[in-house]
Nanobody, 124 residues
């Protein structure tokens, strides 16, 4: 079992930056692939970023490529999403997710564990 808790959300102005954290508990964190998703009201959960269990590879949605960076610190059992050049359309709830093996990294159904989400409002 892996429990995930996101933090770091909050109001930010367009063009600003924010770093989200996802703290994991459980002994298997180091073997989990991790992802960040976001979901606006009434919409499907949208893939944002992915990092392998080793941190050796990452993958991003086109909408955030070049602006967002995913990273992990296995000593702290934490995954981060550093968001730069934020836009109003980035406003939504952000979730982290984990899985030991993934069928398709961009699909939410591939992930086993989810956090409760953290809100990121971006003002124009």
């Amino acid at each position: 079992q892996v429990q995930l808790v996101e933090s770091g959300g909050g109001l930010v102005q367009a063009g600003g930056s924010l770093r989200l954290s996802c703290a994991a508990s459980g002994r298997t964190f180091s073997t989990q692939h991790m992802g960040w998703f976001r979901q606006a009201p009434g919409k499907e959960r949208e893939f944002v970023a992915y990092i392998t269990w080793s941190g050796g590879a990452t993958y991003y949605a086109d909408a955030v490529k070049g602006r967002f960076t995913i990273s992990r610190d296995s000593n702290k059992n934490t995954v981060y999403l550093t968001m730069n050049s934020l836009k109003p359309e980035d406003t939504t709830v952000y979730y982290c997710a984990a899985a030991r093996s993934l069928r398709i990294v961009t699909e939410a159904t591939s992930y086993e564990y989810w956090g409760q989400g953290t809100q990121v409002p971006v003002s124009s």
